[in-house]
């Protein structure tokens, strides 16, 4: 096979499957369980690749190198809605504090929000964080965390839609 000419799109179609929710890369993984593409010689990680496709105006290189990280917790997953970019630090941060286990933090909350405007559900994300469906409920919607970010609307006043009286 020529890699020289392969399109990158093709290659990652060609190399992945579908599993649940996740894409999962089925070319060469590397030991930290992260898939490896092969472009022109060069290692690339596979879910960089993908990130870097689906977000084409996004300089993951410039002024400053970003990680592209994910969301989920399979590091073979190329699935773009489960990758999300930011610094070193914040991936090193991931790792210790150890994704749906202990305290929530505010950056939890707002990958919540962020995950929700992707169009991921409720029970979606509550099942990524190992955490009840009312808990994501309640901080997306502002009953909990309210000093974070305007609550998503809510029906009258943060009252269930069901007990409204009839107009
Ligand atoms: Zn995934």
């Not at 000419?5 to 993984?29: D, H, Q, V």
């Not at 090193?92 to 992707?118: A, C, F, N, T, V």
């Not at 964080?129 to 808990?135: F, G, I």
Request: hydrophobic fraction near 30%; charged fraction near 25%; proline fraction near 7%.
């Amino acid at each position: 096979m020529t890699v020289a000419n392969t399109n990158p799109l093709e290659m990652l179609l060609r190399c992945s499957k579908a599993e649940g929710e996740c894409i999962l890369w089925t070319g060469t993984i590397r030991p930290s369980g992260h898939g490896v593409f092969k472009l022109r010689g060069r290692a690339i990680p596979a879910h960089r690749i993908s990130y870097k496709l689906a977000y084409p105006e996004l300089d993951l290189e410039k002024p400053k190198r970003l990680v592209v990280r994910h969301l989920c917790t399979n590091p073979a997953c190329i699935n773009p809605s489960h990758l999300t970019h930011g610094h070193q630090s914040e991936n090193i941060q991931d790792m210790m504090e150890g994704r749906g286990q202990g305290r929530l933090s505010p950056k939890d909350i707002y990958h919540w929000k962020e995950l929700r405007l992707r169009g991921w559900t409720v029970t979606d994300i509550a099942k990524l964080y190992k955490r009840d469906n009312s808990t994501v409920w309640h901080a997306l919607h502002g009953n909990s965390w309210r000093h974070l970010f305007d609550p998503l609307p809510t029906y009258g006043r943060g009252k269930p839609y069901r007990n409204r009286p009839e107009a």
